[in-house]
């Protein structure tokens, strides 16, 4: 699961892989923190995470049915504050 678990002010992608196993290896993925299963969404391509303290786990399962373990990252997508930046205009400046 890439990115790692951590802090993403308003948001991340995720992405998912796998190694070995016989091809074509299946990705299914859950983002309640629910043991994913192959009734589990299916991973065709890259998704958005933006709800605040999401658990992603997921597991690989191979042409010959070998699963692997279960592989779980959390996000903290809390939204950015906003920031006010005020400065001293230098006494050269007419507007």
């Known amino acids: 699961i890439s990115p790692a678990?951590?802090?993403?002010?308003?948001?991340?992608?995720?992405?998912?892989?796998?190694?070995?196993?016989?091809?074509?290896?299946?990705?299914?993925?859950?983002?309640?923190?629910?043991?994913?299963?192959?009734?589990?969404?299916?991973?065709?391509?890259?998704?958005?995470v933006t709800a605040n303290n999401t658990t992603v786990r997921a597991i690989a399962i191979d042409n010959g049915s070998l699963a692997s373990a279960v592989v779980s990252a959390s996000y903290t997508t809390v939204a950015a504050t906003n920031i006010t930046v005020k400065f001293k205009a230098p006494a050269s400046w007419t507007t």
Not at 10 to 16: A, E
Not at 26 to 42: D, E, F, V, W
């Open 5 to 48: 678990s951590g802090n993403y002010p308003g948001g991340t992608t995720v992405s998912l892989s796998s190694t070995g196993g016989v091809a074509p290896v299946k990705i299914y993925y859950t983002t309640n923190g629910s043991t994913p299963t192959t009734s589990s969404t299916l991973y065709t391509v890259p998704f958005s």
